[in-house]
């Protein structure tokens, strides 16, 4: 990142910086803009040429400058199997209510788009293309995903899912409904042990999660995200489908395209080595199930405690429960980069769970953007063992959402595991609620599994405020329970907040009083914020030898979302 000013430190107070630049006009943020954390406008990618490189900037505004430490940016498909052309038409982000308003109707395109991915020849692409008058969509139900196969959308392209959950349905009847064990639906697109597949292309995956639905429970009732809701008002299990799954297999490439709308999470990688998700745009929910601003009426959006006895018409990303961003779960070798994403859950979440006990290794999360959503997390499933995390030049900016998170790595002794060498650097971060949270009492657990998160170091960390939350709220606990003391260690260097933040000091689940049970090392770059040690709270701080590091220029970290479906 570029270096904006020489900051002079006397013990750990910031004592004098310069200013940045313009904290409001046109990129600024709606109704929470900050003094110096000015915005500019990000690269638009959506005329670029098939083949032509489209990484966009990171945080750190610098286009000029290749990352030598990540391998090369891919490219599309050289080679087609077959191209299929659109023969629906959609606007503004929705199709006509009578294209699928029958069962029989609910996804046209699903043979045809099945039959080219099943035919094509490994190393070759299935390219989905615009018709010559005006049509621009197809509409579809579940497809699987052939080894070494890649489905290539074109610029122009929208992808529907079906609003039929029977096209979902794995046989128990419950997929569209709050029932069972929540696990009732097959995915938009599924791989399974693929070799070297993707979807690629600057076209749109849409999940139509606020879509009614046209069979089941809850047909002409609800929408996909109003069953997500009957989670919280019932207590009861969604069953909605994910976008993209992928189960085993390795070097599987998600690469421009756009992702939104998803009824539940977006992508889940699971037990895969090898996942690259490069240039990704990621929103839900888009425009067409809200409104500018998110401003919904109210009685228009699912309500937490009253299950919907009609269909909501406007969603926020507070209401399109579950729609995790990416969730790379047991895998390795995972790279997101230059990427964007905003939605109603864990923007990206590392997991590692299951009864292989695949350990989650060798993460790689640099230049990317995040905006609504519950931030970057690892966890809350740990149980198989994190090693091994670099999230360097992160952007976030949470909108002043009431849910937002900054940073977090979240667990129960129920599915806890060891979480280790994790490294947040270069982190720019706005109008977020919770910056930092790394808390083994995320949920209520069975003192079975026990968390032990250690060797995590923040550094080059600069939060720029809000003007709601101020400097947000810090959570730090390590586990103590029934004898058993797994201490957080934490290094925070050179971690600055231009307005304090506060120490959280709620127990969570039956945890001790925050800060607890955790071992700082402060340094060597300063630290703005007070941390006492406690003995008894089992809080020790090590202050190491200061020096007199500049402060994170966030002054071109915070951009627009790159999209003109974005309400925000």
Known sequence: MKLFCVTIFTGMTLSACGGSGDAGGENANSGSGTAGASATPTTDTS??????????????????????????????PKALCATLIAGLKQTAGLLPSSVDASRNSSNPDTVRIQSAISNCPAGQAVKLMAGSDGQNAFLSGPLTLASGVTLWLDQGVTLFASRSPAD?????????????????????????????????????????????????????????????????????????????????????????IALQNAPAFHVVPSDVNGFTAWGVKLLTPTLAYSNPGYACAAGTSPDPTTPATSPSTCFTPETT???????????????????????????????????????????????NHLYYGHGMSI????????????IRDMAIDGQDSPNGVGIRIKSDDGRGGEVKNVRYQQICMRNVKEPMIFDPYYSPGNHALTPNFHDITVSGFHNAGSAKYGGGVLTFNGYDLNGIVNVLKITLDSVIFDSAPALSTARHNGGPTPPSNTQFTVGPGPVNFAISPSASNNVTVTAVQKSQLPLTDCSQAFVPFPSLASPF
């Open 168 to 256: 979902f349905d794995k046989g128990d009847g419950n997929c569209g409904d709050a029932a069972g064990s929540g696990n009732s639906c097959n995915a938009l697109i599924t791989a399974r042990n693929s070799q070297s597949s993707g979807v690629v292309g600057d076209g749109i995956i849409d999940g139509r999660g606020g879509s009614v639905l046209t069979s089941g429970a809850n047909a002409g009732k609800m929408t996909w995200w109003d069953v997500a809701m009957l989670n919280k008002s019932t207590g009861k299990n969604q069953n909605n489908p994910r976008l993209i799954q992928l189960f085993g297999g390795s070097n599987f490439t998600l690469y421009r």
């Open 379 to 390: 966890g809350s499933e740990t149980d198989a063992g994190v090693d091994g995390v670099e």
């Open 47 to 76: 005329n670029t040429p098939a083949g032509t490189s489209t990484t966009p900037t990171g945080p750190g505004g610098n286009t000029s400058v290749v990352d030598a430490a990540l391998p090369p940016e891919p490219q599309l």
């Open 321 to 367: 429960k579950n729609t995790d961003g990416i969730d790379p779960a047991q895998a390795s070798n995972v790279l997101i980069a230059y990427s964007y994403l905003s939605g109603g859950d864990d923007n990206i979440a590392i997991k590692a769970h299951g009864s292989q006990l695949s350990p989650a290794v060798n993460h790689r999360i640099v230049h």
